[in-house]
């Protein structure tokens, strides 16, 4: 499980530089210039997701407690928010349409969105921290964002046009169904519809 936490750790500390380190940032912009800056963060990022898939996938070989079972329905509710999830990951990288310009931050909500369902759905030891870290991580820079968008450092998106919500839905459920069926099985090797 060490792995796993210490990925949590870096993908937190990393995403959270910019809200509650502004100046350690600033710095680091200064010295390897943006491109330098977002394609080190970007590296370590990646780094980071890597470290708690496969140390997820190791815990999980290893076993764990079970904090609790979760009832069968549980899984059908994740599967649902996980549609949810999709349409709004893919909202929150085009235009504004409705879906984004509502929701503000869409990817957010994704996360929130994919990281409860799973707590939904699982009750292992290894589960609650992973998922339950990624959703404390996700309200804490939600509500971090909300100074940030009141001295206008941070653009709310502005609405476009409908048509980028339906494009949403289409590449949404794309997406949903290619995790489904297939990359959540190749990714972390458990199939969601097995469960």
């Not at 796993?4 to 680091?28: C, D, M, S």
């Not at 909500?109 to 369902?117: H, P, Q, Y």
């Not at 046009?161 to 839905?169: K, N, P, R, T």
Request: charged residues 10%; hydrophobic residues 60%.
């Amino acid at each position: 499980m060490a792995l796993l936490v210490a990925g949590i750790i870096l993908f937190i500390v990393t995403h959270l530089v910019r809200p509650f380190a502004p100046g350690l940032r600033a710095a680091a912009i200064e010295r390897f210039g943006k491109p330098g800056f977002m394609a080190a963060h970007g590296i370590v990022s990646l780094l980071s997701l890597v470290m708690m898939a496969y140390g997820f996938v190791l815990a999980r070989e290893s076993g764990g407690s079970m904090l609790y079972q979760p009832p069968v329905f549980m899984a059908h509710i994740a599967l649902l928010l996980m549609l949810v999830a999709s349409i709004c990951l893919v909202a929150a990288f085009l235009p504004a349409g409705y879906i984004r310009s509502k929701l503000k931050f869409p990817a957010l909500v994704a996360i929130k969105l994919w990281a409860f369902s799973h707590l939904l759905a699982n009750g292992e030891s290894y589960s609650v921290l992973l998922f339950g870290a990624i959703l404390a991580w996700a309200v804490v820079l939600r509500i971090s964002l909300k100074p940030r968008i009141a001295s206008g450092e941070t653009k709310l998106p502005v609405f476009v046009s409908a048509s980028y919500d339906l494009i949403s839905v289409v590449l949404g459920v794309a997406l949903y169904l290619a995790i489904v069926l297939k990359l959540h099985e190749w990714i972390i090797g458990v199939s969601p519809l097995a469960m």
